[in-house]
């Protein structure tokens, strides 16, 4: 069964701080890794991650996968109140492309 | 990029009626719809997937008859909640994938009440 766990559950920083998420995997025949923001509503894509050590960049964000290692990290540098939000991790295996997801990062960024 | 559209946005329901949910592709054809719950301060958890003209499969601990989900054309799936209770509460979110998209993209959800 695949699993995907990510840590820490719940942080809270400052705004201008920087913040490290991370997403640990267990997952037969690994496609790709993803990760959401998610408010009130459905989750928005963020990242998409498929080969090992190539660092994905938006802004503020940033990703990148270590496939031998079986994780990735999400980081977020200079943090806004507008970052608030639960970060998704989830990792699309073996079953096609439904994902599996992890818990969640609650993020609370306060002014 | 991929649009996947979801109605009702959100919905109150009696105790023991049925309320049905539309997943629409649109601007591709979905040949698989994943169905996705979730339920307060937890994490999205897969329910069924199905694929065009075919029957649902439904993952473990899923109630088929009471979770029905049709599946009958390219670009519109439905999930019908039959006789829901109070614990059928919850966020329901749907994405598809096909042509190319890979399911990533979510439809904007349906926050089910039910009273």
């Known amino acids: 069964e695949d699993k995907v766990v990510q840590s820490p559950l719940s942080l809270v920083v400052h705004e201008g701080d920087t913040v490290t998420l991370n997403c640990s995997y267990e997952?037969?025949?690994?496609?790709?890794l993803l990760w959401y923001k998610q408010e009130k509503k459905a989750p928005t894509f963020l990242f998409m991650l498929?080969?090992?050590?190539i660092e994905k960049k938006s802004g503020r964000l940033s990703s990148i996968l270590d496939k031998k290692e079986l994780f990735s990290i999400l980081n977020i540098t200079a943090t806004q109140t507008g970052d608030s939000a639960v970060y998704l991790c989830a990792v699309a295996g073996h079953a096609g492309n439904m994902l599996t997801f992890g818990g969640g990062t609650r993020l609370m960024v306060k002014p | 990029g991929a649009v996947v559209s979801q109605h009702p946005s959100w919905v109150i329901c009696k105790s023991g009626t049925s309320v049905k949910i539309e997943c629409r592709s649109l601007?591709?054809?979905?040949?698989?719809m994943f169905w996705y719950r979730q339920f307060p301060k937890q994490s999205l958890m897969l329910m069924a997937t199905s694929n065009e003209g075919s029957k649902a499969t439904y993952e473990q601990g899923v109630e088929k008859d009471k979770f029905l989900i049709n599946h009958a054309s390219l670009t519109l799936s439905t999930l019908t909640v039959t006789s829901a209770h109070p614990e059928d509460s919850s966020f329901y979110i749907c994405?598809?994938?096909?042509?190319?998209?890979?399911?990533?993209?979510f439809g904007s959800g349906t926050r089910l009440t039910v009273v």
């Open positions: 994405s598809a994938s096909g042509q190319g998209r890979y399911g990533y993209t």
């Open positions: 498929t080969s090992s050590g």
């Open positions: 997952v037969t025949n690994f496609r790709s």
């Open positions: 601007d591709f054809q979905a040949t698989t």
